[in-house]
Structures are given as C-alpha cells and as structure tokens.
C-alpha cells in the first residue's frame, strides 16, 4: 500500500482506537489501519461502511436523552438529506435545520419524528419517489382517501 499524503510504499498495518470523523465523540475500537512510517499518516480500513452507519444511526436514535447537534448532523446526512430537504420534509425554514446542526436543541416533535426516519427508513437516493407522498394534497387542500383495490396490493392478505 502507498501513502496517500507523501507517496512512501512502506505502510504497516496495525489495529487501534480511531476517532470517527463524521460522529463527533464516537470512537471505533480495534480497527484496521494502515500507517506510514515516514510521515506517520494513517488510513483506516472500514470495508463495511453502510453497515457501520446503520448501525451508529440506530444506536444514535434510540439512547436515551436529547440529540447532540452533531448527531442531528449526523442522522440528517445518514438519511442522504441535504439541509433544504431535511427542512422540507419537515415543514420548517433552511435556518431552523442550520440552527438545530449548530447547537439549538430541535423540540421534542421534531426530534421523536428524526429519531424515527431514522430507525425505519433506509437512505435514500432520490426523493423523487416521496415528493407526491409528502407534499401534494387536493384542490381543497383536504388528504385524498385511500383507496385499495383488489389485486393492486397486498391488503387482502393483511385483512
């Protein structure tokens, strides 16, 4: 393996205590890295990431106690949410994400809703899918009805 920073081939493999840069205060213990000896440099060997993150994130939403700002953060780019999506999603102005991301505490509302996106979505790619979901209502402005329909889904089923 090279150094990325001086470009010595002679890194050496070892396991450590890592800081975990996109969750302040979390440290992985016993982790591969690989250092330079020349520039002492270092990089750590995370082959399942997406793993790792799911993981942080559920054990982030469900401790007990309020949300750090950096965990809001974290939780907000976990779900693949930049800063206007995240407001738009939840009904509030690009400043009130930036606020609660820089130290204002979110409300309990809020808060009880990001821990539960959260734990029971996946990260998404594209929010294409859940515009017409989130965001579109009658002419009236009334929530249109459900309707099923045999053979379009699965309620007979569940019934």
Not at 133 to 146: K, S, Y
Request: charged share 30%; with cysteine; glycine share 6%.
């Amino acid at each position: 393996m090279k150094c990325l920073f001086c470009g010595n081939e002679e890194m050496t493999a070892t396991r450590r205590n890592v800081p975990y840069r996109s969750l302040p205060g979390t440290v992985l213990e016993d982790v591969e890295v690989w250092e330079c000896a020349d520039c002492g440099e270092y990089e750590v060997v995370l082959p399942a990431i997406n793993e790792l993150e799911r993981e942080l994130a559920r054990l982030v939403a469900s401790r007990p106690g309020r949300l750090t700002h950096h965990e809001v953060r974290f939780l907000r780019k976990h779900l693949g949410w930049s800063g206007a999506d995240f407001a738009r999603h939840f009904g509030v102005a690009s400043e009130t994400v930036s606020r609660w991301e820089n130290g204002t505490p979110m409300g309990p509302q809020a808060e009880r809703l990001l821990r539960v996106c959260a734990t029971r979505l996946e990260p998404i790619e594209s929010y294409d899918s859940l515009v017409e979901v989130l965001h579109q209502r009658d002419a009236d402005n009334e929530a249109r009805p459900l309707r099923l329909r045999r053979g379009e889904s699965r309620w007979e089923q569940a019934a």
